[in-house]
């Protein structure tokens, strides 16, 4: 247990993982003896997650977010490095750990499939240590509170991949952890299930059970919608830790407007006019739209650069262009966590 | 208590998971019936030999073959099930959900065996009682031997299967353990002719076979009506052997366990 509120229900310091390449045969025929290629799936990982946040771990795909999850979990031992959870080292109290998480994945194969759901979560009761007087309160409870009461005695075949997923989440909550770590939690469900899935997350595991979730997630606006502060994971690396709008002020420093024009202008004398103004060839450059009669142009300008502005329309005026509609625009999810996850990377 | 409460869970789960395959214990009961019909005749056109059973320990073939038949399958079932349940779990995507709960991997697997444990000792005694049936000199044994030696028997077994699913764990596929026990027992436990006419060497390694002294001593317990003292030195053998194999097992498999977690290999097959 934390020794107080303030002590993070999951702390890393220094985390490292790196796993063996799988090797050819004829590799092995020819260098038996040596190792095989190193892939670094961790380097050097420092978190906190607080206790009673949703806390998002975002990041591209094979940044390293499962496997961090998994040795949070127990299931893979860290190379270096140090975590605790809810006050629990991960290498000295692996069965402390296990009864203060709850782990769901987004794995449908992991429920036995010719017994029903019910059935299924009265097993894992038993082996997170329910007392045998409350097991069929506790599954009927929360095969409720995920709403699957109707389909409970139905084999888990039978259930939808948004059906498998509340089970999943009901089977985490058997022994009623106060942390859960959730991998990909609505990958390949459909949005309205996702969505559904996504409310039960904020508002009954994290708003009426006071849970810490830990969720991995590539999801940008899943991550958006949830989380209340998030580590962008690239390559192994934490590249950033933070709240959305901490992220949004990143891109404070420069502004986007879309300019579109009337098609009718002089498009070649417009680029130029705008790389006069603008950094790079690409910001500005003239891109079609829906409307054949429009022309559109995406210029990033820095934030004190309002007198670039005015000179850019001045001349855009001058020049005989016919400006149609002039906005600002907000950097989309996209493009900040695009941003995010390429700091720092070398290609 | 919290023990027998896991212990239960996994009997009932694959008891519920058995009963759900309908058509299975019927084909299960198809199959011993015809198995043993063929040694019935077998053991019928042999009973014509009458020098036969002076060889055979004064047995007839038929109780002779049925008794080493029955541990032989004992044998196979009782190696590759730990190791086959673990790639049951890892295939079916259960491993890694058994594994965040709070229990020893090594207790998960063992209860993951249990009902395997339970529903092979029945089929045996079920065999038994078949080839009984169908007229096998077979005798009630004397509870306390019978009983003594089925532990040691499970546990020699046993023993060698949890080093076989060390291997499953690590290596993935290829368990050259239980292939070669299999083939070794098949060929040198006196399951199906005495290890008498085998050359010399090949006396000396069945020998040392667990198969060999489980086969000999159910012989003597339920078709020689023989006490204690008759299966002594069976007894004493699979327990020295129980005792060996057992922890060194229970080491492979937690040092396999250990690397499979370090290589994050642990739930991939």
Redesign the interface.
């Known amino acids: 247990m934390p020794r107080s509120p303030h002590d993070p229900a999951v702390f890393t310091r220094g985390l490292c993982?790196s796993?063996?390449s799988r090797r050819k045969i004829s590799e092995l025929i020819r260098h038996p003896f040596t190792k095989g290629r190193k892939i670094v799936?961790l380097q050097g990982v420092d978190l906190e997650v607080r206790q009673g946040e949703i806390f998002g771990l975002l990041g591209p795909n094979g940044a390293g977010k499962t496997?961090l999850l998994?040795i949070l979990?127990?299931?893979?031992?860290p190379?270096a490095g140090e975590a605790r959870v809810n006050g629990c080292d991960i290498m000295q109290d692996e069965?402390g750990v296990?009864?203060a998480?709850g782990?769901v994945?987004s794995?449908?194969?992991?429920?036995?499939?010719?017994?029903s759901g019910r059935?299924n979560l009265?097993?894992?009761a038993?082996?997170?240590?329910v007392p045998?007087a409350i097991i069929s309160e506790r599954v009927d409870s929360l095969l409720r509170r995920v709403e699957l009461q109707a389909k409970g005695n139905e084999p888990f075949s039978a259930f939808s991949s948004g059906m498998k997923q509340r089970l999943a989440i009901a089977?985490a909550l058997l022994?009623d952890p106060p942390i859960l770590f959730l991998d990909e939690p609505t990958r390949s469900l459909d949005p309205v299930t996702a969505r559904h899935i996504r409310e039960f997350i904020r508002d009954k595991l994290a708003g009426e059970g006071g849970k810490t979730i830990l969720m991995a997630t590539h999801n940008l606006h899943e991550a958006a919608g949830l989380c209340h502060r998030m580590a962008i994971l690239n390559r192994g690396q934490v590249r950033r830790v933070g709240r959305l709008d901490e992220f949004r002020a990143l891109f404070a420093a420069h502004r986007t407007y879309r300019i579109d024009l009337d098609r009718q202008v002089n498009l070649e004398g417009v680029g130029r006019l705008v790389s006069d103004n603008a950094d790079g060839e690409e910001n500005g450059a003239p891109r079609d739209t829906a409307d054949s009669h429009r022309v559109r142009l995406l210029v990033e300008l820095d934030q004190d650069s309002d007198g670039a502005l005015s000179a850019l329309m001045a001349r855009l005026a001058t020049s005989g262009a016919r400006v149609l509609e002039f906005t600002r625009q907000e950097p989309s999810l996209e493009d900040i966590f695009d941003r995010l996850f390429s700091e720092g990377s070398t290609p | 208590m919290k023990s027998g409460s896991r212990l239960w869970a996994f009997l009932v789960r694959d008891f519920l998971q058995e009963v759900s395959y309908r058509t299975n214990f019927i084909m299960q009961i198809v199959g011993v019936l015809a198995s043993l019909t063929v040694w019935y005749f077998l053991g019928s056109f042999f009973a014509r030999f009458p020098q036969l059973a002076e060889s055979l320990g004064g047995m007839d073939y038929f109780s002779y073959s049925v008794v080493g038949i029955a541990f032989l399958r004992y044998l196979s079932r009782l190696n590759s099930t730990f190791a086959s349940k673990v790639r049951q779990e890892q295939v079916a995507g259960t491993l890694e959900a058994m594994l965040v709960t709070p229990n020893r991997t090594s207790v998960l697997v063992l209860m993951s065996s249990a009902y395997e444990l339970v529903s092979s000792t029945l089929w045996i005694l079920a065999w038994l009682f078949m080839g009984r049936m169908f007229g096998a000199a077979f005798h009630l044994p004397a509870l306390l031997p019978a009983a003594l030696l089925l532990v040691v028997v499970m546990a020699s077994f046993a023993s060698i299967g949890i080093l076989s699913a060390g291997m499953v764990i690590y290596f993935k596929r290829g368990d050259p353990v239980t292939w070669l026990l299999a083939s070794g027992s098949t060929l040198l436990g006196g399951v199906f002719f005495p290890i008498s006419i085998l050359p010399e060497g090949a006396q000396m390694l069945a020998h040392l076979l667990p198969i060999t002294h489980a086969v000999e001593g159910f012989r003597q317990l339920i078709v020689k009506s023989a006490d204690l003292p008759a299966i002594w030195p069976h007894l004493q053998y699979l327990t020295i052997f129980a005792a060996i194999f057992l922890p060194l097992g229970l080491a492979i498999f937690h040092l396999a366990l250990r690397r499979a977690r370090l290589e994050g290999t642990l739930i991939q097959y």
């Open positions: 993982k796993f063996s799936a496997t998994k979990s127990s299931l893979v031992l190379d069965m296990r009864r998480i782990y994945t794995d449908e194969r992991s429920f036995y499939w010719r017994l059935q009265i097993f894992f038993r082996l997170f240590h045998a089977r022994h």
